[in-house]
Structures are given as C-alpha cells and as structure tokens.
T-cell receptor, first 110, second 114 residues
Framework: KQEVTQIPAALSVPEGENLVLNCSFTDSAIYNLQWFRQDPGKGLTSLLLIQSSQREQTSGRLNASLDKSSGRSTLYIAASQPGDSATYLCAVTGFQKLVFGTGTRLLVSP | SQTIHQWPATLVQPVGSPLSLECTVEGTSNPNLYWYRQAAGRGLQLLFYSVGIGQISSEVPQNLSASRPQDRQFILSSKKLLLSDSGFYLC?????????????FGSGTQLSVL
C-alpha cells in the first residue's frame, strides 16, 4: 500500500527566503507526482506535475524534483512571498488514483 | 475551458439525516471523477472514483455511496449520517488516462454533522 509522507508538517519563514518542502513515498511504481496548493477552506490547485521519467519541473519561482528510485520529491520555492502562505500537498499517481501526503503548512511573514 | 462545480459550499446536518452532494464538470467528456474527504488535521482520503457512467470504485468501506448518473455528474450520498462523516469533501476530475494528467479540484463542501 502506497504511503506518502511530507516533512515538515509546518514551516514558518520570513519573506524572501528560499525554502524546500519534502515528500517521500514508499512504492516507487508511480506514473507521476503532483504538487498542489491549498488555501484555508478551499479546494486544491495543481502546481506542478512530474512524470515518472522526468527529474524536475519548473514554474516561475517553483521547482519540483523527483527521484523515483529513492521515493523522494522536493518542492523548492525561491524568494518566498506572503502570498505563498498555504498548505502544500504532494500526491503520487498509481493506477487510476492519487495518494496524497498530509501536507506542509507554510507561513511566510512580511 | 473546463470547470468543475461542487455544491453546497457548507452544510450542517443532524446525525441520522440523509446526504446528497453534487459535482458536475463542464467542457470535457468522459472524465475520471473522484470524491475525496479531508478530515481536520488529516490528509485527503480517496472515497470513490469513477471511470465512466455507472462505474464506481469504492476505496473505503463506510456508510457513504456514490453514483454517476450522467457522464459529467458525480453524486455522493448517505442514507444516515454519522458524526464521523464530518469533514471537507472535495470532488475532482482528470482526463484519462490519469497517468499523464493533472487532477483538478472543486471548491469543496464543508460538512458538519451535529
């Protein structure tokens, strides 16, 4: 059974810092890995999708990497802003479904 | 463009009452559809998914059920709600096959069972 873990559970940083969120999964037989953002009381917004054959994806200040063999992914956020404050979730795709981690709650203070 | 609608946004129901949450997708055909639940302080739990009309896969045994009466409509139901059914319910869709596609979420329904 696939299990997805995210560390840390919560993170508080001052504005402008670069930061890394971690995601690990137990079964490397995945199709892809996705990173999502969730604002309080809202649905999830897909940020990046990395196919299993890829090593990384970039979108603006976000960069996600994937090491499938070791079961790890990182989300790098450059020059963090208060608007980045949210919960970030990773999810791995198996057959017809995604398994989510419990998320990292990020607070970026001005 | 594709959009997903989920309603109601909030719902307060007494224990033992029925439940019906509806989700519709526009701008695409034959999507995969999903119901997730997010309990306070916990991750997203997949409840049901559907790859076509009338095709429902259940991930967690419980007193909830799902139906897909039309291609782009997904309904989550219960005959009698339990306190433990409280949570944030999210509908989502993806193109097929999921192995190559992103997952898109609705805005969620906050259900409180009292």
């Amino acid at each position: 059974k696939q299990e997805v873990t995210q560390i840390p559970a919560a993170l508080s940083v001052p504005e402008g810092e670069n930061l890394v969120l971690n995601c690990s999964f137990t079964d490397s037989a995945i199709y892809n890995l996705q990173w999502f953002r969730q604002d309080p009381g809202k649905g999830l917004t897909s940020l990046l999708l990395i196919q299993s054959s890829q090593r990384e994806q970039t979108s603006g200040r976000l960069n996600a990497s994937l090491d499938k063999s070791s079961g790890r992914s990182t989300l790098y956020i450059a020059a963090s802003q208060p608007g980045d404050s949210a919960t970030y979730l990773c999810a791995v795709t198996g057959f017809q479904k995604l398994v989510f981690g419990t998320g990292t709650r990020l607070l970026v203070s001005p | 463009s594709q959009t997903i609608h989920q309603w109601p946004a909030t719902l307060v129901q007494p224990v033992g009452s029925p439940l019906s949450l509806e989700c519709t997708v526009e701008g695409t055909s034959n999507p995969n559809l999903y119901w997730y639940r997010q309990a306070a302080g916990r991750g997203l739990q997949l409840l049901f998914y559907s790859v076509g009309i009338g095709q429902i896969s259940s991930e967690v045994p419980q007193n909830l059920s799902a139906s897909r009466p039309q291609d782009r409509q997904f309904i989550l139901s219960s005959k009698k709600l339990l306190l433990s059914d409280s949570g944030f319910y999210l509908c989502a869709w993806s193109r097929t096959p999921l192995s190559n596609e992103k997952l898109f979420f609705g805005s969620g329904t906050q259900l409180s069972v009292l």
